[in-house]
């Protein structure tokens, strides 16, 4: 492992043009085919969408980001899709899915793919950038993560205040389980934990999966705690400290022409999205709240 990536590629030949006096060299490097890398900006809070949740914007899931990915791995002349990773975490489920199509593709057009972390690549989104055949970051992301967490609140005490009597009627002992409106139920909590372990199992065999051979063996790096990118390439959670255009630069030449696949809004579509909640009415109560819910996930590595 190393700070610095050394590779370049070859040498292109002049073509006829060059031969041209005075304006021939200028001609063949402006009229040459260059190397093209896709960035997907893989960037927010991973959380599922669909007509449920319509104000959700900037979350990341499969169904928002399927064909931007497609489209990353058709353009013509690519040397690699370049993921640009800047994630607290979020849905294991969506995590799993964006990561698995990334590799299915890759796999199938044989294309190399590389992560970049900016501020952070953090539980679900470290799960996104083992997706890459190679992991970068600067010294200062955040890094790993590799755990599993569920917050919720307790409001016992306070409906007793209020003397608010709480009222739940199921078919199925477990329907209600961990109920904020209820005491604690131990075998709730234990039920919780054991799909809190399978989760993180599932984690873990993923890492292990893309980067077991990479990683420290005399460290736990597997108790969701992060790093620094710096403290991370000792630890052998990425492959070295640097930036997307700097890396791609020095891997495929100076002349390689950048790709940011991502859906483009309208003026249409922007009128109508700064209006939505006056027109959803009590969804600007939903959007405030995903909106905490997003900043929760961001604190909870220091950012």
């Given at each position: ?26 001609l ?5 085919p ?18 449920g ?5 900037g ?14 791995f ?9 993921l ?13 899915l ?32 083992c ?19 569920t ?30 409106f ?14 809190q ?8 065999d ?7 051979g ?45 790709r940011?696949i ?9 009128w ?24 929760a ?7």
């Amino acid at each position: 492992m190393s700070e610095t990536t050394e590779t370049t590629s070859p040498a292109r030949q002049p073509s006829r043009l060059a031969r041209i006096p005075f304006i021939g060299e200028a001609l063949d490097r402006h009229l040459a085919p260059k190397p093209i890398v896709a960035v997907l900006p893989l960037t927010g809070v991973i959380a599922p969408g669909g007509m449920g949740t319509p104000l959700r914007r900037g979350g990341l899931n499969l169904a928002a980001l399927d064909r931007s990915i497609e489209i990353a791995f058709r353009l013509p002349r690519l040397k690699a899709v370049a993921l640009a990773v800047n994630s607290p975490g979020g849905s294991p489920v969506q995590s799993a899915l964006i990561a698995r199509r990334i590799r299915q593709l890759a796999e199938e057009k044989k294309v190399p793919v590389l992560a970049f972390c900016e501020d952070a690549a953090a539980s679900g989104g470290y799960w996104l950038a083992c997706a890459a055949d190679e992991i970068f970051a600067d010294g200062a992301s955040i890094v790993g993560s590799i755990g599993v967490i569920t917050s919720s609140f307790g409001f016992t005490g306070a409906m007793e205040k209020l003397g608010v009597d709480r009222r739940v009627y199921t078919a199925g002992n477990s329907k209600s389980q961990l109920d904020p409106f209820l005491p604690e139920n131990p075998d709730d909590v234990l039920r919780l934990r054991e799909l809190q372990n399978d989760l993180h199992a599932q984690f873990k065999d993923w890492v292990m999966a893309r980067r077991g051979g990479k990683l420290a063996q005399d460290q736990d790096l597997f108790d969701g705690r992060f790093w620094t990118g710096r403290r991370g390439l000792e630890l052998g959670l990425i492959d070295g400290l640097g930036d997307l255009h700097g890396i791609c630069r020095a891997r495929f030449g100076k002349e390689v022409v950048f790709r940011r696949i991502g859906q483009r809004r309208g003026f249409l579509s922007r009128w109508v999205g700064a209006t939505l909640p006056e027109r959803l009415g009590g969804s600007i109560a939903e959007a405030a709240l995903e909106a905490a819910e997003a900043r929760a996930a961001w604190a909870r590595i220091g950012l």
